[in-house]
């Protein structure tokens, strides 16, 4: 289970990179019903640690809390330079006594001095991949998605993929209803779309116009009705040439695309939350029969629903369907 939290600051980080960490697992969300975290910020030295900008960030704490933290996290700091000995060790230890490691953006350079990300898969900003691969050739970077996990080594690509990273460890260890209110508290999309698309989806897309907003609220809530364009046309109180044609203009996509994508993404959830079965899911959804709901999920997430379940869903509801 995920508790303690250790993010190591280290000298001329990124302020960003290093708010992701602070913000996705340092506040306390209970009053919303979301998880909150034992958070600590460590480094070797305690004291003022400058920062890429040139203000420093006031570390109370050494690196202690590491050495027992069920997830210890790196933000991005420049790539040239030597991460001191105590917090490489630090890191090492973390994943021999099989904790979480992540890094966010080229904070991926130190785990690979490190050595953790030898035989392993990774990321960082895609700026940086080549080198990466350059000075660490005994991992295989991948350069075109948001993040990597390798075992539990989790590697964030630039900036705000480390929110991506930091969201899939909370929704992987604690489900997607508490990685959803972390997400929601930010004002983020849970999920994004990327090359690692069986972990990754579209968000809501949100639109410009209350009249629209009403009428995709509508759609969410009547997924398992068939919902043709003439049928939204009317209850948006317009013709069906021209509901298609304002849809696709405040949407980006058409009214079927976008049904099935939200489908798609209700049947995640119910996967990852429920005990329900892959029919019962695919009639909720609108899919109408489990190999219409395969389908998609092949199509669009190269996955199947029950390698998903199996994957993300609660360890008892997968031990059941497996």
Request: a negative charge.
């Amino acid at each position: 289970m995920l508790r303690s939290i250790a993010c190591i600051a280290v000298p001329h980080m990124a302020p960003f990179e290093f708010g992701v960490i602070c913000e996705v697992f340092g506040i306390d969300r209970r009053e919303h019903g979301g998880p909150t975290f034992d958070f600590h910020v460590v480094a070797a030295e305690p004291g003022p640690i400058p920062t890429k900008l040139g203000f420093d960030v006031v570390v109370h704490e050494g690196l202690d809390a590491a050495r027992t933290a069920d997830l210890v996290a790196v933000p991005a700091a420049l790539i040239d330079q030597d991460a001191d000995e105590r917090v490489l060790e630090a890191i090492r230890e973390a994943v021999e006594r099989g904790a979480w490691v992540l890094s966010v953006c080229s904070g991926a350079f130190i785990l690979g001095q490190a050595g953790v990300l030898d035989g392993r898969r990774s990321t960082t900003h895609w700026m940086y991949t080549d080198r990466l691969a350059s000075a660490f050739p005994a991992t295989e970077v991948d350069p075109d998605v948001l993040f990597v996990q390798d075992g539990l080594v989790v590697t964030g690509a630039g900036t705000a993929a480390g929110i991506d990273a930091a969201l899939h460890i909370v929704r992987t260890e604690l489900g997607a209803s508490a990685a959803n209110i972390v997400a929601r508290r930010m004002v983020v999309p849970p999920q994004r779309d990327g090359g690692q698309s069986q972990f990754i989806q579209t968000p809501v897309v949100e639109c410009k116009s209350d009249s629209f907003a009403t009428v995709t609220a509508w759609m969410l809530e009547h997924l398992d009705e068939e919902l043709t364009v003439d049928r939204l046309a009317r209850k948006a109180l317009m013709s069906p040439r021209t509901f298609a044609r304002r849809f696709r203009a405040e949407t980006g996509t058409t009214p079927n695309a976008w049904l099935n994508r939200q489908r798609l993404l209700r049947a995640q959830q119910l996967l990852e939350e429920t005990g329900l079965s892959l029919e019962e899911i695919a009639r909720e959804c609108g899919f109408g029969a489990a190999a219409v709901m395969r389908h998609h999920f092949v199509k669009v997430l190269q996955t199947t629903p029950t390698a998903y379940r199996r994957l993300f869903g609660r360890r008892e509801t997968a031990a059941l369907a497996g």
